[in-house]
């Protein structure tokens, strides 16, 4: 199994921590995370088996994690520019990008600002602003998911006054694992190991800083709606969980992309890496694999194991 190495980069006036595995020889893959999760979500079963075959980078995103937590810069901009730093850091110029929740919002921009440098990009479990997202924020009464609960929460981050951290702050365990719990198709797929190390990157100071990823939306739609003027030609797979977005995923990334392919994940809710995650060491390999990190055989043997 491979090990992963921990660094830290300084960019963008910031400090970002992130993960690293494999030879850096190899075609470089970027994993990025999402809201109430953070590069550990990658470490038990994705890393390892994308490590035998590339260069794998996981960061944590700003707000999240061990990175830096500051007051700002929560744009999925700003936040893709702090990956690409990272990325060029280690003189890198090509990657495979692959984004679940809000850091596929971050991919996207990564790959918008950076076309000639993203090989392939994945995008799971994310409506991107202004291409579905607001859709879930606006409906009254709630919009719902794949198994007809209500997603309230954008609009509750979203709230002004910083309502919202009082509430949740000196109770941040307790209110991640609402969602672990709620969005998952089985409530028990989210370790407690890992609810443990995840809900550490939200607490202290500066922790629910994460709630901006969602604050900053309208910023994030303004950027998306003059990215998709010219739409994304590289490679795109989108999918999300039967029991939450669904269909919605692949949809709305065939607005924003011309070659996109996608669908929908079996008995899998929000937390796709530990819910189905040989599906998605299956899936990721053998997409990824066409940009030249193994032969077609290894490929074809990969998904049939």
Not at 62 to 87: F, I, M, N
Not at 207 to 214: E, R
Not at 242 to 268: K, Q, W, Y
């Amino acid at each position: 199994m491979a090990v992963h190495d921990h660094h830290t980069a300084k960019v963008n006036g910031i400090t970002i921590h992130y993960l690293t595995a494999g030879d850096q020889a190899r075609p470089a893959v970027v994993l990025l995370h999402g809201f109430t999760q953070t590069s550990h979500m990658w470490t038990k079963d994705v890393i390892p088996a994308l490590a035998e075959h590339h260069f794998v980078i996981a960061p944590d995103l700003r707000g999240s994690g061990d990175s830096a937590k500051p007051a700002d810069g929560y744009d999925k901009r700003t936040l893709a520019s702090d990956v690409y730093e990272v990325v060029r850091s280690l003189g890198i110029q090509e990657v495979l990008l692959v984004g679940h929740d809000f850091g596929a919002a971050v991919a996207y921009a990564y790959a918008a600002e950076h076309r000639s440098e993203v090989a392939k990009l994945v995008i799971y479990e994310m409506l991107m602003p202004g291409f579905g997202y607001e859709d879930a924020l606006g409906s009254h009464p709630f919009a719902e998911d794949g198994l007809g609960r209500q997603i309230w929460h954008l609009a509750f981050h979203d709230a002004p006054h910083a309502i919202q951290e009082f509430l949740i702050r000196g109770r941040e365990r307790r209110y991640l694992d609402f969602y672990w719990d709620t969005f998952a198709y089985d409530p028990r797929a989210v370790s407690e190991s890992e609810r443990a190390e995840y809900a550490r990157g939200y607490q202290g100071p500066g922790g629910l800083n994460a709630l901006k990823y969602y604050q900053m939306h309208w910023v994030d739609a303004e950027h998306n709606r003059e990215y998709a003027k010219q739409p994304l030609e590289m490679p795109v797979l989108a999918y999300g969980g039967s029991a939450f977005s669904a269909g919605m995923v692949e949809t709305g990334m065939r607005a924003l992309a011309t070659n996109v392919e996608g669908g929908i994940i079996p008995d899998c809710g929000h937390w796709l890496t530990a819910e189905k995650p040989e599906f998605i060491v299956r899936q990721l390999l053998h997409f990824l694999d066409d940009a030249g990190s193994r032969g077609s055989d290894a490929a074809s043997a990969a998904v049939s194991a």
